[in-house]
DNA sequence: GCTTTTACCGACCACTCGGTTTGTAACTAT
DNA sequence: ATAGTTACAAACCGAGTGGTCGGTAAAAGC
């Protein structure tokens, strides 16, 4: 049982590893070895644990890629607030990260789709689905908020989620390079100026 | 004189196959080989042409993507119209030539951002070059509209286009599988609300 | 105590990559 | 006509690539 333990930490950190080496120079452009070099371990080591490079790179997304969006994105606009306040902060503080990170390489889930878009089927179908969970918890935050009087009735929430998604992975995808503390501001204000517009609007009393 | 010819005709060959190939299966994943196979031209040819392959990169970029972004991004929003139709038609026309096409992989321009993002400085300056160009001319058509009493004039027009830019590239990231039609459709109603939240409120007479 | 299983090593394979070198046919300038 | 230049072909190089395989030491199961 404590077999499986070991087994279970030399995975692990081979995860770690790629993921972190995967984000950095892309999934094509970091070989097994080089993972492998970092952890000194052997090819043999990697190709007894896993079938290939892929099913490796599928464990990895399903075991912290999903996770990630989920702790980053999702848990933080579950609640009945405003979705407008629980989207705004939500964004502020994934933007907030992403500048005060060195190694800032850009939204992990949209870089690889990129990256394997229209290029590979079978990890796109994984990744794909990560984006669908994300949509499908902004339009219930948003239904949700239109329920409690928080977002106008005529606004089309779906249609709110691909706008929310698309800017996201923009502002994401223009922060890497150049002045992303400047971007970022600028992105949120025009962020709260739309949700401003899709807001219940508060008859005077 | 007509040598001269020749050398630009076989260059220009080049050139359209390698940003078919590397548009398509990404730069890094393309060999120069592949390009070359493609042409029935050898490896003495491309290098008697170029340098390397990152220069050849470079050409490419200089000679046909700022031409596209031109022709698809900032000739169609010049005018004195209001910005906000001017836009919303040119992102309008930008996606309905996306869903329509049958070899979809993105923007052109984001995709090559996301792929060199903190990986080649070299070829990453010269593609925020192109986006910055972009920029530049979506902040003089909204000022423009500014001016002109299209555009509310308490709207950080700098803001405006970063929005804007993050929205495209992230709608274009995602259109690329799925179904692109219902996306376009739900982003562009989007972006006409977040238009009208900008435009000058119109006083009733 | 003996056997089997597990976790890992490291040499090796066939292949691909960007890039170099050498050779040559055709054209140009004199 | 001849000498030089241009535009390409083709073989080649060394460094990597994902993946295989035979071996081994230690632990687990009986």
Redesign the pocket.
């Known amino acids: 049982?404590?077999?499986?333990l070991?087994?279970m930490a030399?995975m692990h950190r081979m995860q770690v590893t790629g993921l972190e080496l995967f984000y950095k120079n892309g999934y094509y452009n970091?070989?097994?070895?080089?993972i492998l070099k970092e952890l000194?371990?052997?090819?043999?080591?990697f190709?007894?644990?896993y079938e290939?490079?892929?099913d490796f790179f599928i464990e990895i997304i399903q075991n912290f890629m999903v996770r990630k969006v989920y702790s980053m994105l999702i848990e933080p606009i579950e609640g009945h607030e405003n979705p407008a306040t629980l989207i705004t902060n939500c964004f502020e503080e994934a933007l907030e990260t992403a500048v005060h990170n060195e190694m800032d390489f850009g939204f992990l889930l949209s870089n690889f789709i990129c990256e394997f878009n229209g290029r590979n089927q079978r990890i796109m179908k994984h990744l794909n689905d990560i984006l669908k969970i994300w949509e499908v918890n902004l339009v219930s935050t948003l239904q949700k908020g239109k329920l409690n009087g928080y977002i106008d009735r005529h606004i089309d929430c779906e249609g709110a989620a691909v706008f929310l998604i698309s800017s996201f992975i923009g502002i994401r995808t223009i922060m890497v390079e150049a002045s992303p503390n400047a971007l970022k501001y600028r992105f949120m204000s025009q962020l709260r100026q739309y949700f401003k517009s899709i807001e219940t609007k508060q008859t005077v009393v």
Chains 1, 2 share one sequence.
């Not at 000194?40 to 080591?45: I, V, W």
């Open positions: 049982m404590d077999k499986n070991k087994r030399t970091t070989s097994v070895d080089d000194s371990l052997s090819k043999g080591a190709y007894h644990h290939s490079k892929e």
